[in-house]
Structures are given as structure tokens and as C-alpha cells.
């Protein structure tokens, strides 16, 4: 059985089309009987970090939202900056 890179040694081109083409279809280029193919990524679920992080506002906001808390004395669960991470928070629990 041929790696991959005797595969590209004995044609760069034709393994830099099917890396292309892996790349455009979101697959992965696995040897099978000495020849390249492309399967499917298997997908999973997102965890719980990579949900949030996309949900949470970006930093200068959260930033904005905490100065605002603690100037206006309402650094509490009661303030925006509290209120919205914690909505984040709840709505994609860890699952640990």
C-alpha cells in the first residue's frame, strides 16, 4: 500500500487537483488500494465553548457592558453585561 506522499512523487498534479477538490467538497483524501479518494468528514456536534463563543457579543462590547455595570453601582445580577453572558450560558449548558 502507497502513502500519500509516494502518490504525490509520482504525480504532484493529480494530488494537488484531488487536494483542491478535498478542500472545496469539506472532505478528507484517504489511500485506498493505492489510490487517492475522497470521503466525507464525519461531523459532529459543536461542543458547548464553540457555541457560545460564537453567540457571546465581542469583547469590546462585553467590555462596554461591564464598565456601564460598574459605573452605574449595578454590577449585579440585574445588569446587562450579568444578563446577557448568562442568557448565552444557559441557552448552550456545559456538557461535561
Given at each position: 500500500m502507497k502513502t500519500?506522499?509516494?502518490l504525490y512523487r509520482e504525480n504532484p498534479q493529480a494530488y494537488a487537483d484531488i487536494v483542491a477538490?478535498?478542500?472545496k467538497?469539506?472532505?478528507?483524501?484517504?489511500?485506498i488500494n493505492d489510490e487517492l479518494v475522497l470521503v466525507e468528514i464525519e461531523q459532529k456536534e459543536p461542543d458547548?465553548?464553540?457555541?457560545?463563543?460564537?453567540?457571546?457579543?465581542?469583547?469590546q462590547e462585553q467590555m462596554d457592558m461591564l464598565w456601564h455595570a460598574i459605573?452605574?453601582?449595578?454590577?449585579?445580577?440585574?445588569?446587562?453585561?450579568?444578563?446577557?453572558l448568562k442568557a448565552?450560558?444557559?441557552?448552550?449548558?456545559?456538557?461535561d
Open positions: 500519500l506522499e509516494e477538490r478535498a478542500n467538497e469539506h472532505k478528507k483524501i484517504e489511500v458547548y465553548k464553540a457555541l457560545r463563543y460564537k453567540e457571546y457579543p465581542r469583547l459605573d452605574s453601582g449595578n454590577l449585579d445580577k440585574t445588569s446587562d453585561f450579568y444578563k446577557t448565552v450560558k444557559d441557552k448552550y449548558p456545559k456538557n
